[in-house]
């Protein structure tokens, strides 16, 4: 499978716990994003990489979450100190550079419930 | 405002019925249009894109309307598999997929 891939898929941590999330994009994509989604919502922006650089942030980043993409392959989000409202899906999702490249493909998603 | 809505829903359907459902967003300069499908507690998944001239795969027809800042997608002859919530998908830049920005998604059940 040449897909996006996320581990693990579902978490269940203790509140005030840290929680990372691993994604390995399709491997000739040079563009990595994580999104998040709650319950009747629908997916929303976190974070965007092009190769090792983050380009952009959202405002929902708060300074608890941090994410990584250190060679420009796989990517990290961390969650510190996690917080009920934090629970939700964690999506990464992956992209070609280019003209064409903006249809975005996204992983299976990991589950974060936070107890 | 919420930069993409979309009516949430549910629609239920009878199989081989058309339905459609609609869309607007508020970004004038948004360049991209897609949208995506979406089954339960699974990622979304590309349907379409939309093209200003409209299109059409299938028994899925995809319309833009600039001057309106609104997107449709239409689903003839629906069937049971059809069921599934519908993300409108808009990206405001020019050249970049970054920050594509979903709506809330609109609900389908197609029942016998």
């Known amino acids: 499978d040449t897909g996006v891939s996320q581990n693990p898929r579902h978490k269940i941590t203790k509140r005030g716990q840290n929680v990372t999330f691993r994604c390995d994009p399709i491997?000739?994509?040079?563009?990595l994003y994580w999104y998040r989604q709650t319950l009747g919502q629908g997916p929303e922006f976190l974070t965007y990489f092009q190769n090792e650089a983050q380009l952009e942030k959202s405002r929902l980043l708060s300074d608890r979450f941090s994410a990584e993409r250190p060679k420009g392959s796989f990517s990290t989000l961390e969650i510190q100190r996690t917080e009920q409202g934090d629970s939700a899906m964690y999506l990464c999702?992956?992209?070609?550079?280019?003209?064409?490249?903006?249809?975005?493909?996204f992983g299976e998603g990991s589950w974060l419930t936070v107890v | 405002r919420k930069e993409v809505e979309q009516d949430p829903g549910p629609f239920n359907v009878p199989e081989g019925a058309t339905v459609a459902f609609n869309c607007t967003y508020s970004n004038s300069a948004s360049q991209s249009f897609f949208w995506y499908r979406q089954d339960c507690r699974k990622e979304p998944k590309l349907l379409m894109s939309?093209?200003?001239s409209g299109n059409e795969d299938g028994r899925f027809t995809a319309q833009l309307n600039r001057a309106s800042q609104y997107i449709s997608l239409l689903i003839r002859d629906s069937k049971l598999s059809d069921s599934a919530t519908y993300l409108c998908v808009v990206n405001p830049q020019t050249g970049t997929a970054s920050k594509l920005t979903f709506g809330t998604g609109t609900r389908l059940q197609v029942t016998l």
């Open positions: 491997s000739e994509h040079n563009r």
């Open positions: 999702a992956s992209s070609p550079q280019g003209l064409w490249g903006n249809t975005i493909y």
């Open positions: 939309v093209y200003s």
